[in-house]
């Protein structure tokens, strides 16, 4: 049995068990032996470990892992430590930096941001190294559709961003009203500039938590 170690755990425990996810497990077993995948087997669920369902305030929506050697380490848009700052993360920078919220952008490691509550999870939880969305068929997005739900039951507020086609492809299971919705254009250096730049979602992120949690977070990375 698959074990995140907190509260997902029970959260999730029946969908550990259903046919859909047995089948992943299969594919991963055989993938990891015969292809080069990411992120390492221990990190895909890291983003369940560092955000408790019950610590679950933002969530932040990517595609799939970032598919070169050392990236990917199971949080959306993050990288270790020592490897360089993905395009798409350097214009969130940008745009915090923009806002005025947020300083200080030293490395790529988002753990500090899922430590205070962003939940960062990509639809697709792994990858084959240098194939974009290999991953995407073998049944993760039925997994992280239900994660979606599983937060939408949350009573307590939530706010959902939603960057790009990909991610608002998860609005239609954001049906609780207590929760609100960010949309807008991706980061992708391809996109940014049609909307990305300028969006104020940052702010408004902590604007929203002033209001409800009486908190902000501190975006800085030092």
């Known amino acids: 049995m698959l074990k995140i170690g907190n509260d997902w755990d029970n959260i999730l425990k029946s969908e550990f068990e259903k046919e859909y996810f047995l089948k992943i497990k299969d594919v991963l077993k055989s993938e990891y032996i015969k292809n080069t995948i990411y992120p390492p087997r221990e990190d895909i669920f ?6 408790q369902y019950q610590d679950v305030k933002i969530v932040i929506l990517g595609q799939d ?14 990288v270790r430590k020592g490897i360089k700052i993905p395009p798409s993360l350097r214009n969130i920078y940008k745009e915090i930096l923009s806002e005025g919220e947020g300083e200080t952008f030293n490395h790529g490691c988002l753990e500090s941001w899922a430590k205070q509550g962003v939940f960062l999870l990509n639809a697709t939880l792994t990858v084959r190294e240098s194939e974009a969305n290999s991953h995407s068929k073998i049944g993760w997005t039925i997994f992280t559709d239900e994660v979606i739900k599983k937060i939408n039951e949350k009573q ?4 959902f961003v939603l960057w790009g086609n990909n ?9 609780n009203k207590n929760h609100f919705i960010i949309e807008g254009v991706h980061p992708s250096p391809l996109s940014a500039s049609r909307g990305f730049f300028g969006c104020n979602h940052f702010k ?6 002033k209001k409800n949690y ?9």
């Open 65 to 78: 892992p970032y598919h070169g050697s050392g990236q990917a380490h199971g949080l959306a848009f993050s």
């Open 167 to 175: 991610a608002k492809a998860k609005k239609k299971y954001i049906t």
């Open 46 to 51: 890291t983003a369940f470990k560092l955000t």
């Open 214 to 222: 009486n908190m902000t977070i501190n975006w800085n990375l030092k």
């Open 204 to 209: 408004i992120i902590n604007d929203k938590l």
């Open 156 to 159: 307590e507020p939530v706010i």
